[in-house]
Structures are given as C-alpha cells and as structure tokens.
C-alpha cells in the first residue's frame, strides 16, 4: 500500500478499504508517513466524505492504537457520559455523583480545558489535594468501592487520534463530521465503558453552532457506538447561552454543589435529567424515562447523591470540606457588577463571549501549558427571557486583577442582547438512539 495510491483513492471519491485505513493509521502513528501526506489525505476527506464504513474503520483503528481500558473487572453495567463542551457546562460534576448514587459504576476519564469551555478535572482540582492521576488499579478498586472515580485521559488513549487532530487543527480540516465523531469516539471507545450517552450541543457556544449539523454527528457518533458494539445514545441540548448561571471552576462546583442540595438551576437540571435518565436507563435500572427519572430525583432528596460527592473526593485525596462549606472553596477579590442599559428582555447572551470573558480572567486555558485561576469567572444574574430594567445588574465579573476584570467586563456587555420580546428557549433539542439512526 502506498500514501500516494490511497490520497489519490479518496481524491476521486472512492471509499477505502478496511485493510487501507488500519495500515494508513498504524503508518501514521508510528511515523512511516510523513504529515504532509496525512494532511493532504485530511483535505481530501474533507471534499469528498467517508461512508459510514469508512467512519466506523477510522475510528476502530485509531482506537487501537493504544491501550483499550478493560474495565471487566468492575461489577455492573459502567456506562460513560460525553459532553462536545460548551460554556458553564457543570453537567459531570452534578450527574456523576447521582449516577453512582444510584448504585450505578462510573468509571470516568476526564480532560482538561482548552479554550472557552472548562474541563471537570480543573473543576474538582477546586477541592485541596484532589488528584486524577490515579493507577489504573486504584481506579478499578474505587469504582468497586464507591462506584465513582474520574481519572486523567493518559497519553496512551488513542494517540493516533491525538497526534490527527493536533494535525488537523493547523490544516483547517477539524470541521469534517465524519473526522470529528471518529476522533471523539476513538477515544470514549478506547475508555472501556460498556455503554456510552453523548450530549451534543447545539448554539452559540457550541462546536455545532446549526441544530442540523448537531443533529447529523449525533447520528454518525450513535451509528459508531452502536457498529463497535456498545450502547449508544445522544441528546442534543442548547448551548446558545451558558448553561446555568456560573462560568468558571469554583463558581461552577459551588453552582454544582447547590444543584446536588436540590437548588439547581432550571436549564442544567433539564439537561441533567435527560442525560440521567438515558444513563440510567442503559445501566438497566429503570424501564421507563419516568421511572429513571423519579431516582434520579430521590438521589438529591435524600442527600445521598451530595453524600456521594464528598466520598468520591475524599477517595481522590481531596479535602470534601468543601462540599458542605462551599463558601470556603476558591474566590476572587475584583467583585464587578455588569450593568443593564435599557428597558426589555434578555433576548440572547452569547456563550462563547461569556466563554471568552472567563478565560480573559485567566478562568482557562490559552495554551495546554497555561495555568489557570479557579476563583475567577462570570456569574449570570439574568438569562435568556428575564426581564430586565435600566439599571439593573446583567452578571457579575470575578477576578484577581483589575485590568483583566475591564476587559472581562467589555465582553459580557458584548454578551448580553436586549430585545423587545421575551423568547423561548428549549433545552432539549432531541434524543438520537438506536432505532433513529
Ligand atoms: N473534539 C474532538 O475530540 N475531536 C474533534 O475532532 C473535534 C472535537
């Protein structure tokens, strides 16, 4: 097999084999084909496509280019959840604690955040001590204990994906759907779960900005989970304002933390319960979305799902003090209040803005190397559809610095649209399973 023969192939649109894509990305990872020819192979994806077969091979291979996680050795069905990223998405953080809680195996890998959306390792890292980068032994032996442990992504998960995609993010070829669902799914395939919910994002603040389009990779992604023989679905949520009030780590977990005591805000439990419902209802434990969501909801009134979140830190050598005082967790001492200006309703507030704004503050990460505050970030006062009057306070900016507060400050007024009619916003755009695809 030559490079030169199958860029050719895919130039004149013919599908490549089974046997071509696994040696092409085994070649590719080991260094036998050199980056030029793999960018133009990404380039000539992106004009022709692949099929489904061809998507589903792509993934396979570049999840066997490393270690596959066995986690056979955890008792129940461990069930993953995936977020493609979005802004104040404290999703994880509320969901896992509940999941475990319910008896069900969360056996989690975690990345950090790059760009406008945070990562849940930064967030956890709120709490002292708190460390991801357990064994893979002692990530085993706490999910059998507790039922919970969220572990750092190790080089050594699909990193033909990862050395694609740092390739693809300097040849302007990431946006290919089949491109972007083989790359997240190379490495959620790669994490062991035996069933695996997606939640698409679709909006301002998301990768797929067009319902259609988050639509279109929930299916690819659903019919790749589905091929490589594990349970999958997606819900396709709104990511066109933040999602619940705070943008930024510690504002985030105490945000977390109030949803765990049953004073959630209405959007994230919304998302909270869909995703929830469709994890539960993978792992077995309930025959109706009703039923999955009534346990759901006894997790929070029970404070057994809080319980849980302060046993899982402590399990990751973190201080759960926290967790019951979360007045105590990291704070800012530039407190700026964002003012409105006119008289209307809160038409829009765009998330990658707010996004922006936090990571101004130094709330994320410029580059991989960057180290970030976590008592920094936005906390929305009004969302989309209030009523707001002249005067009256939009967000407030957290911050260390004066200067970035100013500049945080210019971009959450940029955020924030007033118009003369309160709209409606649906938080759950759709579910994509099995029988949709
Ligand atoms: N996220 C990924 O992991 N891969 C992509 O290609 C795009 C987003």
Redesign the pocket.
């Known amino acids: 097999m030559r490079m030169y023969d199958l860029i050719e192939k895919k130039k004149q649109g013919l599908a490549l084999a089974k046997t071509e894509i696994e040696q092409m990305i085994a070649d590719y990872t080991s260094g036998r084909i050199p980056d030029y020819q793999m960018s133009a192979m990404m380039m000539a994806i992106c004009f022709q496509g692949m099929n489904a077969e061809e998507t589903l091979h792509l993934t396979l291979a570049m999840r066997d280019s490393g270690t596959v996680l066995d986690l056979s050795a955890i008792s129940g069905i461990k069930v993953d959840k995936h977020s493609?990223?979005g802004v104040g998405d404290k999703t994880s953080l509320v969901l896992a604690p509940m999941i475990a809680a319910l008896g069900i195996p969360v056996a989690k890998m975690s990345g950090r955040g790059l760009g406008h959306t945070g990562g849940t390792i930064d967030k956890l890292e709120c709490f002292p001590g708190f460390t991801t980068g357990l064994s893979k032994e002692r990530f085993i032996q706490n999910v059998n204990q507790i039922k919970l442990a969220i572990m750092g992504q190790t080089a050594d998960l699909a990193p033909a994906?990862k050395k694609l995609?740092a390739l693809?993010d300097v040849t302007a070829t990431?946006n290919?759907m089949s491109?972007?669902?083989?790359?997240?799914m190379s490495?959620k395939l790669a994490a062991g779960a035996d069933a695996i919910v997606l939640d698409v994002k679709t909006g301002s603040g998301a990768?797929m900005q067009q319902e259609a389009d988050a639509f279109a990779l929930a299916k690819e992604m659903v019919r790749i989970g589905n091929g490589a023989g594990k349970r999958t679905r997606a819900v396709i949520t709104d990511m066109d304002q933040p999602l619940g009030f705070a943008v930024g780590n510690a504002l985030e977990v105490k945000e977390a933390i109030l949803s765990l005591n049953g004073q959630g805000p209405k959007d994230l439990m919304e998302v909270v319960y869909a995703l929830g419902a469709q994890m539960v209802l993978l792992a077995q434990k309930a025959e109706t979305r009703e039923e999955a969501e009534a346990l759901l909801k006894e997790t929070i009134a029970s404070g057994a799902a809080l319980n849980k979140l302060a046993e899982f830190v402590k399990a990751q050598d973190g201080d759960a003090h926290g967790v019951f005082h979360p007045q105590e967790l990291p704070g800012a001492n530039v407190i700026l209040e964002v003012k409105n200006t006119q008289n209307g309703y809160v038409s829009r507030i765009l998330a990658e803005e707010i996004g922006l704004a936090s990571l101004l503050l130094g709330g994320g990460r410029e580059t991989k190397e960057s180290e970030i505050d976590l008592g920094v970030g936005i906390l929305l006062k009004k969302k989309r559809g209030d009523r707001v009057a002249d005067g009256e306070t939009l967000a407030v900016v957290y911050a260390n610095e004066m200067e970035q507060a100013i500049k945080a400050y210019a971009k959450v007024v940029k955020a924030y649209e007033i118009g003369a009619y309160a709209g409606e916003t649906l938080m759950i755009k759709g579910i994509v399973d099995e029988n949709c695809i």
């Not at 491109?179 to 997240?184: W, Y």
């Open positions: 493609t990223g994906d995609y693809r990431v290919q491109l972007i669902a083989s790359s997240i490495k990768f």
